[in-house]
């Protein structure tokens, strides 16, 4: 877990390892439902009435720095919540697409083949 330094504000993170991809794939889909429930206050978002159909919104497919992403949008577009594969062996879940990709440039440009 950590930060990420925005213009604005710090984008929290949580960088997952996990012995493969295929081994948690299926789990961490069962687990959107409840994501956002599960993790809104790591992300600092204070649950009340103009948010709550949060709770209950279902994540969309989408793409973050050419990775497959699940993302969770608010009633204007803009991404809540989002989880990607980074590689085979790590998943990143973050509230931008920003964070995403400084943790992706930060924590996977050394493992790039010249």
Do not use: C, P
């Amino acid at each position: 877990m950590g930060f990420v330094k925005a213009e604005t504000t710090d984008d929290f993170f949580i960088l997952i390892k996990v012995r493969s991809i295929a081994d948690i794939f299926g789990n961490l889909r069962s687990w959107e439902n409840k994501m956002f429930n599960d993790l809104h206050d790591l992300f600092n978002i204070t649950l009340n009435s103009s948010n709550e159909y949060l709770l209950t919104k279902d994540f969309k497919d989408g793409w973050v720095a050419n990775k497959n992403a699940r993302i969770l949008e608010d009633q204007n577009g803009k991404t809540v919540m989002l989880y990607t594969f980074a590689d085979d062996h790590s998943i990143i879940i973050a509230n931008t697409d920003t964070a995403t990709k400084a943790i992706l440039d930060r924590v996977f440009s050394g493992t790039k083949t010249k």
